[in-house]
């Protein structure tokens, strides 16, 4: 399949993309060789290989959860600009 300097003049216009001459005859030839090498993908025999999500195997990789102490709530608002009831003071946001 490949792409002529009119589609590719379409396309910019439907992107409102102001290209030059010379940046559509790139851009023709760049697409072309993108879609070549398509063509060459497609016509690998890929009847033998199971479809895939991901390339690698996935696992989780988040640690377990641990009961730990955690920081004094005095500690915590020591330097908070604001307290309230033993709680940050925020602005209210509506």
């Given amino acids: 399949m490949k792409i002529t300097e009119q589609a590719v003049e379409q396309l910019a216009l439907l ?3 102001d290209l030059t001459a ?6 023709t030839k760049s697409i072309n ?3 070549d090498y398509l063509d060459l993908l497609n016509k690998l025999d890929t009847s033998n290989v ?12 988040f ?6 102490p955690s920081l ?3 500690l ?7 307290e ?10 509506f």
């Fill in 72 to 74: 004094a709530k005095e």
């Fill in 15 to 17: 992107s409102r993309l």
């Fill in 76 to 82: 915590a608002l020591a330097n908070a600009p604001e």
């Fill in 84 to 93: 309230e009831a033993g709680a940050f003071k925020v602005p209210r946001i």
């Fill in 33 to 35: 060789v993108i879609l």
């Fill in 22 to 27: 010379e940046d559509q005859t790139a851009h």
């Fill in 50 to 61: 199971e479809p895939a999500a991901h390339v690698l195997p996935l696992k989780n990789v």
């Fill in 63 to 68: 640690r377990e959860d641990r009961l730990q």
